[in-house]
């Protein structure tokens, strides 16, 4: 395993992490954690812990992002809010178990 593999593992492993301790909402979350996805050695196509924040993404790719926000109209954000909270309670009901495997599946320590 390459030294940017270890890393990107750790990375993932906190990642999954933060979302299950409610410091990283999971619309955040999927986006970092796809990113670091093509780091990764030996993922299938069609992973379902992956696929868990492919689809979260998918859904929510029209929403604006925390960096995103400050260019957003005030008055946009403040009629999407109501969507992205909604969204944001429809993640937390089934994406934490995809955060636990994915923490049981990369973490260096389970190794």
């Given at each position: 395993m390459t030294e940017q593999e270890i890393l990107a593992r750790r990375?993932?492993?906190d990642i999954a992490?933060?979302?299950l301790d409610g410091k990283l909402p999971f619309l955040e979350g999927a986006v970092q954690v796809l990113a670091i996805r093509s780091q990764l050695s030996g993922i299938a196509d069609r992973d379902p812990d992956f696929d868990v924040f492919v689809v979260i993404h998918s859904e929510t790719d029209h929403l604006p992002l925390e960096e995103q926000r400050s260019m957003w109209l005030p008055e946009a954000l403040d009629r999407l809010d109501p969507e992205i909270k909604q969204s944001e309670e429809w993640a937390r009901s089934f994406a934490p178990?995809?955060?636990?495997?994915?923490?049981?599946?990369?973490?260096?320590?389970?190794?």
């Open positions: 990375s993932l492993v992490q933060a979302m178990q995809a955060c636990r495997n994915l923490i049981e599946r990369f973490n260096i320590t389970n190794m």
